[in-house]
């Protein structure tokens, strides 16, 4: 992933592919023009590279010449095209072959049209890098086109974002969900993982989401997925972490524009792991760090005997129980732990002490995602 100006942009198309696909174009444009000896006309400033490439390919005699026109503020075609260089030849007689790096709307290609009109050239073909069907709206024939893309913005090869991204050599593609901090948030019983979660959500903006109040939610008001999973629960089955995961889906889709989450109670094991990567990769962003409260057995232990004077929590009250629940917690985690450091994500953080000063632990981890 990449930052330009205030945006984030991740990789779309290889520079390998970009080579292929300008090869390709080369060698049906050269098949076409046979023993013609073609002028190339480049459209500055995105072309440069294109066009470099495209001829340094180019296996017979050419001319290469450019016009320079500009459409484009920021993120969006303008209908209003300057010409800042126009023709400086005569090409009268002459096949043209146009090379866009990019065409969007049609406005600059309508432009060029316009250029050429009285020209009296022989042939004027187009030829464009990248097209986006969506957004095209002109009848102008498209006679070579090396690759079709959807209606989102792209920078690199030539194409930039007001300004920046042209020297890249390789394609990268607007993040539709610009930058995010996404937890996973791990600790064993007693280690204070709602507490900070709290302090966290506050310092950051985050949205929490313990899966345990996303299920009792779901239930409670009824919705499919809520039913789908009570019928699941009702014959005293797991519930297929299909519908967890939409579950979870939903909610991050209701706060689409939070800084970030933090997941409480969720992945319990590989195979959510990986279905949680691709639920925040289909909303273009990804998980940045695993953070697991590390606090010894025997705190533990005494913490939640002392929670279970006052909690009425059957569960806390007996010291059996509460080392069963942490010796569970270790074996369940141990895997994901390991998931998640393979991708140097995992964070260990002490979790004995003040709880402002493990608040404080844990900023210093977050701030440097
Ligand atoms: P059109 O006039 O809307 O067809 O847009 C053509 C010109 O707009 C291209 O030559 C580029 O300079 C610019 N452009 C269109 N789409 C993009 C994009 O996704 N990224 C960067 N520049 C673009
Ligand atoms: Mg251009």
Redesign the pocket.
Known sequence: MIKLHDLYFKPFISEQEVDDIVQRMVDEIAIDLQDEVPVFVG?LN?SFMFVSDFVKKYPKPCEVTFIKLA??EGLK?TEDIHRLIGLTQDLSGRKVIIL??????????EEVHRIFENEGVDELKIATLFY?PE?YKKDYKLHYIGKEIPNK???GYG???NGLGRDLPEIYQLKTTQHMTNLVLFGPPGAGKGTQANFLKETYNLVHISTGDVFRYNIKNETALGMLAKSYMDKGELVPDQVTIDMLSAEVEKNAGANGFIFDGFPRTNAQAKALDNLMENKDSQINAMIALEVDDEVLVERLLERGKTSGRKDDADESIIRNRITEYYNKTAILKEYYATQNKYYGVDGVGSISDITERLKVVINTL
């Open positions: 459209i995105g459409s484009y075609s866009e790096d990019i065409i969007d709307s049609g406005n600059t290609l986006k957004a913005f792209i920078v194409l930039d974002y």
